[in-house]
């Protein structure tokens, strides 16, 4: 599973025992996988991802913003294989012509700035994403700022963040409470409000979460993007000395970190081409990819500080290719793992990690174009696996 599963079941396995070189494996059957990954708990995936994030925020310098983790949050839908079991325990889409198709509810709080996820969650369809993000901040600590967009501006959160000492920033909808609606229809580029009310909704929620609603404060910031459109962000950064209001545009922007990591995971590392039918192997999947995801960060970050003192002279800053990169891992870590030269093994796999990088543009966008015809194959995304 950790050598990232995306041919045919057969086939991998096949290739799987002539890479172990071990001559009492010949080969493995589809059977006798099926049969031995029953055994294993997704857990032992979910304490391998929770080690080297551990390891990885403790033996290496990491990047911060004013002393925080920037850490986004946000969730998506996943297509899952059908079976009776999967639908009976993550539940199913219907469409106008009564398809079922069985999905999932995942969720992910991922660090902008270094490009790891800090904790991932999957659960049935109709999982409140509120829910989820709830699991996540049991994985934060009082100096992560949180990163919502405005899926999350229930003020019942904002009050259970406040409760927990977790800071956030949350883009706020316009039809939000009346103190939001007049702040978007004033001249005002900041101002501090205080909750002293929840609404029946928000109310209801507390409740359910056996908390005692208590007046807090939060502070209101005007963000004018490049387009002329207004946005407000609802912060539990009070100072505005220390954040001033110029800050927010960057910050609130650096949530898009977290949708080009669904992309990566949806598109690079495929975590929808599931390898079974049970709810276990759905669950064992997707944590792996979690794990494996997280482990290419890792190299890619050491990787990548060697492209940078390579082309320090050139025009422009590279970065390592994310998709080529996740190719050259397959075989490989399963190799690192076994080799009893390990740090060889990594930094001949770091080597290829530098073919090919990426120019980065500063400035750069481009207007969404829509075809009237979709391609089924891009020849500038093929993939790597």
């Given amino acids: 599973m950790l050598n990232c599963i995306k041919k045919s079941l057969q086939k991998e396995l096949t290739e799987f025992s002539y890479l ?38 403790t033996d290496n ?18 297509q899952l294989p059908s079976s009776l079991e999967i639908i009976e325990n993550f539940g199913f889409a219907k469409n106008n012509h009564l398809t079922i198709t069985p999905m999932a509810q995942a969720s992910s709080c991922f660090d902008v700035l270094n490009n790891m996820i800090i904790n991932s969650e999957i659960d049935r369809y109709e999982t ?141 590392l495929m975590i929808e081409d599931f390898t079974g039918l049970s709810s276990l192997s759905v669950m064992q999947d997707f944590f792996a990819n979690m794990f494996m995801a997280n482990m290419q960060q890792i190299f890619i970050s050491e990787a990548q500080e060697e492209l940078k003192e390579q082309k320090k002279d050139t025009k422009y800053e590279y970065k390592i290719n994310r998709n080529l990169s996740f190719g050259f891992m397959k075989d490989r870590f399963v190799k690192i793992l076994f080799d009893k030269n390990i740090d060889r093994s990594i930094r001949n796999l770091k080597e290829l990690f530098k073919i090919n990088p990426t120019p980065i543009r500063e400035g750069r966008s481009f207007p969404r174009v829509y075809h009237k015809t979709r391609k089924k194959f891009y020849m500038k995304k093929k993939r790597a696996v």
């Fill in 20 to 57: 172990l070189k071990d001559e009492r494996v010949k080969n493995i059957t589809n059977s006798a996988f099926c049969q031995s990954r029953m055994k294993l708990s997704h857990n032992a995936f979910i304490e391998l991802n929770d080690g080297i994030i551990g390891e990885f925020y």
């Fill in 61 to 78: 310098v990491f990047n911060l913003w004013k002393g925080f983790r920037l850490l986004a949050v946000d969730g998506s839908r996943l």
């Fill in 128 to 268: 409140s994403e509120y829910k989820l993000a709830l699991k996540h901040l049991e994985k934060c600590n009082m100096k992560d700022l949180l990163i919502y967009d405005r899926g999350y501006s229930g003020i019942w959160f904002m009050f259970y963040h406040v409760l927990k000492k977790k800071d956030f920033v949350i883009r706020m909808q316009r039809n939000s409470i009346i103190e939001v609606q007049n702040f978007f229809n004033s001249d005002k580029d900041s101002e501090i409000i205080e909750i002293t009310e929840l609404h029946s909704k928000s109310e209801e929620q507390i409740c359910n979460l056996n908390l005692e609603f208590k007046p807090f404060t939060i502070r209101l910031v005007k963000v004018i993007l490049d387009n002329g459109e207004v946005e407000v962000l609802a912060t539990s950064l009070l100072d505005e000395e220390k954040y001033p209001n110029k800050e927010f545009k960057w910050l609130y922007g650096k949530r898009w970190g977290i949708e080009t990591n669904y992309d990566h995971l949806k598109n690079h």
